[in-house]
């Protein structure tokens, strides 16, 4: 009987597969962090924590400064007009009285100004116009009452009071985010370059 070199040729069987062959194998888990990695992450988000409340902090601390700044200008004025007004109040000139109240117009929170005498009679007034725009620079927040006595010779002849605008957070906030964000980044910056070494 005659075979074919096919049929000659052994077949191949579980028991005959060659030892070296590579089998697929299913992927383990990936890797966990490093115990270093972790650390550097914690700490990331702790500084990045910690330098956005100090931001904030910064940024009401600069309000409060600019509020008190605004009182102390206005509180200066209102001395420095009270002591111009005590000798036209004892002389009784009224044109200089007034004059010298409209002069406050260059103060640009300014609301109003009234003087009056020892008695509470009105010796003059300041408005400021009512406008639709409010001039550059001037504070818009709510108003302050400021007083100065007015003495004359020793002896109180008056009292001249101002209505100031006091500084509101929205009209600081473009300078003050421009002066957070640069120590926030610059922060995080440091914050990245240390955690990237440790991890």
Known sequence: MTYSQEE?????SPMTEPVGRTTNV???????????ARVAGVGLVTTLVVLVAACLTFMLQQWAVARTQSHQMYAGLAQVTAMTEAPAIARGDRPY????????????????ARLVDDKGALL???????????????????????TADVVADGRKVGKLTFQVHS?????????????????????????LFLARGMA
């Open 8 to 12: 000659m040729r052994p077949k191949s």
């Open 167 to 191: 500084p509101r957070l929205t009209a600081l906030l473009p300078q003050f985010l421009a002066l957070t964000f640069a120590l926030l980044f610059g922060g995080i910056g440091v914050a």
């Open 124 to 146: 003059g007034a300041y408005q400021r116009p009512a406008t639709k725009t409010p001039a550059k620079g001037a504070a818009t927040g709510p108003l302050e009452t400021i």
């Open 26 to 36: 299913a992927a383990g888990p990936a890797p966990t962090a490093t115990f270093h």
């Open 97 to 112: 009285i007034e004059a010298s109240l409209q002069a406050l117009a260059g103060g640009r929170s300014l609301e109003s």
